[in-house]
């Protein structure tokens, strides 16, 4: 076997990639609509196609590496990768480029699986370490390659942005293929397509209802129907799931204690991280003559916003330390009242440009603390044949926080708004709010941590007992 640093490196620079992913197209975003000659609504979904499958394929990904080979679809997954990049590279319209990044979105499933192979093949007493490191790539690979982005596309022509995603992948495939070793670990049985595509069809529906709610109006038919639709599906689908032999998730093993209040705190998690994504750099971008912003650039802002990801990283050797020695558990505590730190911080102190690079190093220390925490809680409760689908599954809960954040705070954003030119642009009261709800949602994971058991019980001890 390779030696075990070797695959913790190699898995960390898959994650990279694939969080790398969500903030690909960035700079040019509000580009969009002129560079493919296509409504701003219609270049939305070049965002939201990544957001739909990231969502989508995460638990999907998992069940099949538990099935039939965790690195076998890691290497499926970033093919995906580089096959979507190509296409987007390729194509001179919106519609092979939203092809291409629902493409580039399945690859985020190769972090949970990473994950998994962790606990598969390393020694015990390194395994909270290389998990923590792991996780903070959710945050690193965002916070790395915003600037990467925005130096790509101020220096060169837009479609390289995918042809650098291509090379990236192709280059991660073959580290994975020469260094990290075949599964073993199998987990019997069929494949469950019908729950797949029920699990498909109900989160497509309830993430539209989310993610374009803003647009389409949260009262309108389409929404209305996406929404209500999509939850009725997936409470079909929870019954199905519940009733055959081999489902896509183990349900019952999900409503375990630690397993159901770690998902719901990811929720909130996710909230409070993508709530600081979004504000921040749009407060660091506008012209200060409105009275709330600070004029930067975009390469500008994303250096201020970058020290978050270097915090994750830097701290994700002590995260596995640190959750070794006082469990996972007050790690995600501690991490949830670094958030509400930092929020509370940013209501006081925002004047200063330095004062916003402060909060985000503080925002980066939450979430290095609680991303690191939440897939060790859940291995720690399922049975070993589970981690690939029950990591899918958290991650599912994380995106689920970024999209009621990526909605909830684009809201407040364009309502609370002030004529600037021949624009409409957020007030401080709009940037206040959002930080209040930022930090409303961290004392939310706070609060669900504090109800985690403590300590685990035999059978969550020796998960392959019978239950």
């Not at 705190?265 to 407060?283: E, I, K």
Request: contains cysteine; hydrophobic residues 60%.
């Amino acid at each position: 076997m390779p030696p075990q640093g070797a695959i913790v490196a190699v898995l960390a620079v898959a994650g990279l990639a694939s969080s790398f992913m969500f903030t690909l197209v960035v700079p040019i975003q509000a580009k969009l609509p002129e560079l493919l000659h296509a409504s701003r609504e219609d270049t939305a979904w070049v965002v939201t196609a990544t957001l739909l499958a990231a969502a989508v394929m995460t638990p999907i990904a998992g069940r099949l590496g538990d099935m039939y080979g965790k690195r076998r679809i890691v290497l499926v997954l970033l093919a995906v990768l580089v096959l979507g990049s190509v296409i987007a590279a390729t194509s001179p319209g919106i519609v092979g480029i939203v092809i291409g990044r629902a493409l580039q979105g399945a690859v985020t499933g190769v972090i949970p699986l990473g994950i998994s192979i962790l606990r598969d093949v390393l020694h015990e007493d390194r395994v909270d370490a290389a998990i923590a490191l792991i996780s903070a790539t959710l945050g690193v690979g965002g916070a790395l390659g915003l600037p990467i982005s925005a130096l790509i596309t101020e220096h060169s022509d837009w479609h390289v942005l995918f042809w650098m995603a291509a090379g990236l992948g192709a280059v991660v495939f073959a580290l994975v293929l020469w260094i990290v070793p075949v599964s073993v670990l199998r987990t019997a049985g069929r494949f469950d397509l019908i729950g797949a595509m029920g699990l498909t069809v109900g989160l497509v529906g309830v993430l539209l209802a989310i993610s374009r709610g803003n647009e389409w109006g949260w009262t309108s038919p389409a929404v209305l129907c996406c929404g209500l639709g999509g939850v009725a599906v997936l409470l079909l689908w929870g019954w199905y799931e519940l009733r055959i032999a081999d489902p896509l998730l183990d349900l019952r093993v999900a409503a375990r204690r630690p397993v159901l209040l770690t998902n719901i705190a990811s929720v909130a998690m996710g909230f409070a991280l993508f709530a600081s994504n979004v504000v921040y750099p749009q407060m660091l971008e506008l012209p200060q003559s409105t009275g709330a912003g600070f004029g930067l650039s975009l390469l500008a802002a994303s250096l201020v916003v970058m020290p978050s990801g270097l915090v994750m990283m830097v701290l994700s050797p002590f995260s596995g330390r640190l959750a070794h020695t006082v469990g996972p558990r007050l790690l995600l505590i501690a991490g949830a009242a670094a958030l509400i730190v930092a929020y509370a911080y940013t209501l006081l102190f925002s004047a200063e440009v330095w004062q916003i690079l402060v909060a985000n190093i503080l925002i980066g220390v939450g979430i290095g603390f609680g991303y690191a925490a939440m897939p060790m809680l859940i291995m720690r409760s399922v049975p070993q044949t589970e981690t690939g689908a029950s990591n899918g599954l958290n991650a599912l809960f994380r995106s689920l926080g970024t999209s009621a954040a990526a909605a909830v705070i684009g809201a407040v954003l364009a309502t609370l708004t002030v004529t600037h030119g021949d624009a409409q642009v957020p007030t401080s009261a709009a940037f206040r709010l959002s930080f209040v709800l930022g930090g409303a949602a961290a004392v939310i994971a706070l609060l669900v941590a504090l109800f985690i058991p403590a300590a685990r019980d035999a059978a969550e001890r020796h998960p392959s007992l019978p239950q």
